[in-house]
């Protein structure tokens, strides 16, 4: 993930670079041929120890959306923002709950690769988190370096939260935006005393097997535009991180803790609903899957054992990062397809795990 802000020059010359990344030559096919992979399937969700509760936070984020009402230029129906697929349950027409029971929660956010190139008000799900914040939603977040592998970002979470107390009536729940989702999973392995004190994490358009894009453009290309843009390149394994043979050989090695609840939103969309810095990366993935948010594929957002949310209709960037509310001129140009009910989605998912503590 990366963030850009025409007010910051570091960041116009690092979105410059990543263009032309973007636009570079890519070796066919996207994903090389390898035999160093654990054995995978593609199957139904019911047959791979996924849950499904799409109908549930269909209504909780269509409540959501109309009492917050549609995006300025955006469609005027929730369900043009999230996929129904032919599977999707029927509605239950279930009562939206109290939210007072949200005080009890604690909701910690962490971004993804480059997130910390981003301006404050630039951030990852920043404008949603405030908002909800001030309605007493109980949400911090937490900066871990922008280049850092897994477990160097581990570590950095591990810290933020040895200073902090754990009330016995408080519940933790992580929601990890992009590679933000890796790092929640190596900090949950890595450090199983801090894991105990958390009772869910969401894979937020979470990059959990990885992005066939880190198979796609070059390494030093993607080091230069950490360089420039100012990002904490942290122990400069990030990116590797992100390639799904890294990623999924690490979950097949690595068991997650039992007690926690995991779930999974994830956002793919059309080719005209992509925006243009996204574009190329949607094209590629397409060679895979037409699926996808210009990212990642639809089906590598999924924790294993998780419950389903939902499919939002939105690419990458649409789905968390502000540029509608925030951005103005060159990031502006390049995130052309923002706009996105990010309060409505981001409180749908709170209130949905919440309901299932």
């Avoid at 027409?93 to 981003?118: C, E, H, I, N, W």
């Amino acid at each position: 993930m990366l963030s850009l802000d025409s007010q910051r020059p570091a960041n116009l010359l690092c979105g410059l670079l990543f263009v032309l990344i973007l636009g570079g030559c890519a070796p066919e096919p996207i994903l090389t041929y390898e035999s160093d992979v654990p054995a995978q399937v593609l199957t139904p969700i019911d047959l791979a120890g996924v849950k499904d509760g799409r109908t549930r936070f269909r209504e909780l984020f269509c409540e959501s959306f109309e009492a917050i009402g549609a995006p300025e230029d955006g469609q005027s129906s929730c369900g043009d923002y999230l996929h129904r697929l032919s599977d999707e349950p029927a509605a239950t027409k279930q009562a939206v709950g109290p939210r007072t029971a949200l005080a009890s929660v604690r909701f910690v956010v962490v971004p993804g690769y480059m997130g910390d190139a981003a301006p404050a008000g630039m951030r990852a799900l920043g404008p949603s988190i405030d908002r909800l914040a001030g309605q007493g939603y109980r949400i911090e977040y937490v900066q871990v370096s922008g280049g850092g592998g897994g477990g160097y970002n581990a570590a950095q979470i591990a810290a933020y939260f040895r200073d902090r107390e754990f009330p016995e009536n408080e519940k933790l729940v992580l929601i990890g935006y992009s590679k933000g989702t890796i790092d929640i999973l190596h900090f949950l392995v890595d450090n199983p005393d801090l894991a105990r004190r958390v009772d869910a994490m969401v894979s937020y358009a979470g990059a959990v097997n990885g992005s066939a894009l880190a198979d796609v453009f070059p390494e030093v290309l993607v080091n230069m535009a950490m360089a420039i843009s100012g990002s904490d390149a942290g122990d400069k394994t990030g990116y590797q991180t992100l390639k799904p043979s890294v990623q999924m050989s690490w979950l097949a090695t690595n068991a997650l803790p039992a007690h926690i609840k995991y779930f999974s939103l994830a956002s793919f969309t059309h080719r005209e609903n992509v925006s243009r810095i996204l574009a190329d990366g949607y094209e590629r993935l397409s060679q895979i899957n037409p699926k996808n948010d210009g990212q990642l594929i639809f089906y590598d957002q999924i924790l294993p054992g998780s419950t389903l949310l939902g499919y939002c209709n939105g690419d990458h960037w649409a789905v968390a990062l502000p540029f509608t509310e925030k951005a103005s001129g060159y990031g502006s140009t390049l995130a052309t397809r923002n706009v996105f009910p990010r309060d409505a989605m981001f409180e749908a998912v709170l209130l949905y795990v919440r309901e299932n503590l």
